[in-house]
Every structure is written in C-alpha cells, then in structure tokens.
C-alpha cells in the first residue's frame, strides 16, 4: 500500500502494537442515530420548550442530506434569539445534557427491540473484539455533539476518534469516504497503520492489517486490491 506519509510516534510514548485492528463507525452501525435525536429533541423541549425544539427540527429538514449537528444548530438558534452569550449558552446546553443523559440511562441496557439506543447486535461486536484491537470512529460537524451521543448511549469510555471537517472543507471534502481518512494514517516506511490521539489510548497505536465496518457503502469505495483494508 503506497498511500500516506510517515507518521513519526510521539517520542515519550511506546506504540501499541497489534496485528491487526478494527474500526467501527458510530452513527447507524453500532448506534440508532434516530433515536438518538429524537432523545436530544425531547430534552430541549423539556428545558427551553416545544417551540424551539419545532424550529430547530425545521432547520435541520431544511439541510436533509448534509451533515447537520444538532448542538451547532441549537448553539446558533440561542445565539439568534438573544440568549447566546457564552456563559448563558453553556449552561442552557449543560441543562439540555443533563436532561438528554439522563432519559439516555434508563435505555442503555435494554436491547433494540424494546427501544433501546444500541443498534442490534452492537453489544456483542464490541464485546467480540479485544479492547486493545478496535476503536469507533465517527464524523460529524461538531465535537461536542458526537459526544454527547457517544456518552448518551454508553460509549463515551470507549476507544474512539472524531473527525471533523476543517473550516475551508469543500462540500466533496465533507462527502470524502471514511476509508480515504484510514488510508492517510499508513505508514509506508514502517509498513502499518499508525494511529495517534485515540481516546482512551494512551499512545499511537500500530497495527498491520485493518478491518472498518461501516453501514454506508459509500465509504468503502475507493478501497484498492492493494489496501491492507477489509471491509464490512
């Protein structure tokens, strides 16, 4: 595999190495997004009404099919009626959290079927991968939002890495397939993946082959017969 750069290893760090690691993507693979914004929706009418629930839905409809952030667009709404002041906002969100985590907990052990936030068989795959070899990978337009739902739905101590779009992000940019943001981190010298600043990883991790499973076609279409990927 020819794809990507050296990726030199922080030096008071010792890689992890594993022969292999999985990557799992979060939304609609391990958790039911739509649950998930329907739990964010109820806790913001629960704290600052129905009304602004309704209108940050129609904002969001408005932008179906692009990656929409449900405490982005809240944080501009707030900040549009006057009420946006930094300190204000935060703790507006800070309520929004607390109510949105709080319904969460009750569903975090319940399974699919009886309206639980984990997507079938979610549990089990993680269970089935040594914590060492697998991490979540999710992307989104904002941080705080991804995790929030990682938190809501029980994964918030897990392995994972976030990626977000950069400021000058074209609309192909933000389109761009998961696989190519895995290829950038192969280490043609060293002839592995090198993956840094993995939450819950305290240093770089190294592994020789990789697996990513994912729910989007989409993201494994530039894959190469020459990618040391498999995918799921």
Known sequence: MKEGKESPTTPEHTPASVNHVTVIDM????????????????AIADVLGDAVATELRHTEESQRGASFSVTTGLRTLLEGRGKGSVAMADETMSSIKHHMLKSAK?????SHDNGG???????????AIPRSERFILTYGESEEWQRWKLEAAGLGDEPYTILLPSEDATVEDRDQPKIDFLKRHF???????????IHGIHEPLHAGTL??????KKHFESRSSKDDIVCL
């Open 187 to 197: 280490d043609a010298n060293a002839d592995m993946f090198v993956f840094k600043n």
């Open 117 to 127: 936030l984990l997507e079938p068989g979610a549990r089990e795959l993680i269970a």
């Open 211 to 216: 697996t990513m499973i994912d729910d989007k």
């Open 106 to 110: 009750p569903l975090g052990e319940l």
């Open 27 to 42: 939304d609609r693979t391990l958790i039911d997004t739509d649950r998930m914004v329907t739990l964010m929706y109820s």
